[in-house]
């Protein structure tokens, strides 16, 4: 298909994100291949989110009655567009606090244009703010980007801080979902989940589809600027992760995911560990004995910490070496992981 074919739908669901929602439409009229359409899902807003982005010149549509946040409010609105869109067509869905970079939907159509790809993700940098906790986060992002860009776009995850879907890729998930070959209910997204992207993500893998994440289609999103937000977003991604891999299964397209998982726990014991032995040495035995294989491990942490930050400049890399910095935020992380595993264990409900 000819590139200049595809039209472009962006939908943008938004809850009281008038601070935000003026650079995330001005990012779109600026891209170097401007959407056909923008439409602002103004979901149970009090503040002047829909007004804005009328002024900017997006559509507005007003959910009604939805009690199932971003999933809901995205659903209400593919429900009624997505059996009038044709194989041209593609559908952007990002995120009310996200701006794309110029080139991410010139690219994106690009890479979809051929066919062979269902949905092409992006990958995000962290936007300015958040003080020490936003810094973690902004390092963080680099890493996962280089690591996306070192397996060539291979990534586990379409996120939704922004992906553009081929319209035919989310009417297969919709008609899948309801002959029952996927979980989910009658929508594209799964309002049961806590990480409806996560679990879009595995719908289409086991459709035998294809995605990818371009080293082009970069964006920046926000940070979370307080800890007790951090690890409140932290813990529904890792608990969400782990409902979605148990609504699958264990399949072809789930086993590495849960890979990652088992990781995830040797990780937990790990620096528990580690902690630990180091705590046991200063209080019982009086001092920091240098044992070999802690050295050891201590030496890979540096130097893993500093390579990967490398694109975020000197000072972040001199930071990194600081092994005590960066292990709060590790360890910060690790607990959210270990509660994750905790509530999903013990089934406890829910909640977004």
């Not at 009281?16 to 103004?42: H, K, W, Y």
């Not at 280089?146 to 992906?163: E, H, M, N, P």
């Not at 995911?257 to 630990?276: D, M, T």
Request: charge should be positive; aromatic fraction near 8%.
């Amino acid at each position: 298909m000819d590139p200049s074919q595809m039209r472009v739908t962006v939908l943008i669901p938004a809850h009281n994100e008038a601070a935000q929602i003026g650079e995330t439409i001005a990012s779109l009229a600026q891209q170097i291949r401007p959407p056909d359409r923008i439409v602002v899902i103004a979901d149970n807003c009090t503040d002047g989110t829909a007004g804005l982005a009328l002024l900017m010149g997006a559509e507005v549509v007003e959910t009604r009655g939805n009690r199932h946040k971003k999933a809901g409010a995205l659903n209400q609105v593919l429900d009624d567009l997505l059996p009038r869109l044709e194989v041209t067509d593609a559908i952007l869905v990002m995120d009310a606090d996200s701006a794309l970079d110029l080139g991410f939907i010139h690219h994106g159509v690009l890479r979809l244009a051929d066919g062979r790809l269902a949905a092409v993700g992006g990958t995000f940098s962290g936007k300015r703010g958040g003080g020490l906790v936003g810094m973690f986060q902004r390092n963080e992002y680099a890493r996962y980007a280089r690591d996306v860009r070192r397996l060539q776009g291979k990534a586990l995850v379409l996120t939704g801080t922004a992906t553009l879907f081929r319209a035919i890729t989310l009417q297969e998930v919709v008609a899948a979902r309801r002959c029952g070959r996927l979980p989910g209910g009658n929508h594209v997204y799964d309002v049961r989940v806590l990480t409806e992207d996560n679990e879009l993500t595995l719908a289409i893998l086991h459709l035998d589809l294809r995605i990818l994440c371009p080293a082009e289609c970069t964006l920046t999103t926000e940070v979370m600027p307080t800890w007790g937000e951090l690890f409140r977003q932290r813990l529904r991604w890792k608990r969400g992760a782990l409902e979605n891999l148990a609504d699958y299964g264990w399949t072809r397209v789930t086993y590495p995911y849960w890979g990652r998982q088992a990781l995830s726990f040797v990780g937990i014991v790990v620096i528990v560990a580690y902690l630990g032995s180091l705590t046991y040495t200063v209080l019982i035995m009086g001092g920091l004995a240098l044992h070999p294989l802690w050295v050891g491990i201590t030496a890979i942490f540096v130097l893993e910490r500093v390579v990967t930050v490398r694109s975020r400049g000197r000072v972040q890399m001199a930071i990194a070496a600081l092994i005590v910095i960066e292990m709060v935020f590790d360890v910060f992380l690790q607990a959210a992981q270990a509660k994750a595993f905790w509530e999903a264990a013990f089934r406890k409900e829910r909640k977004w």
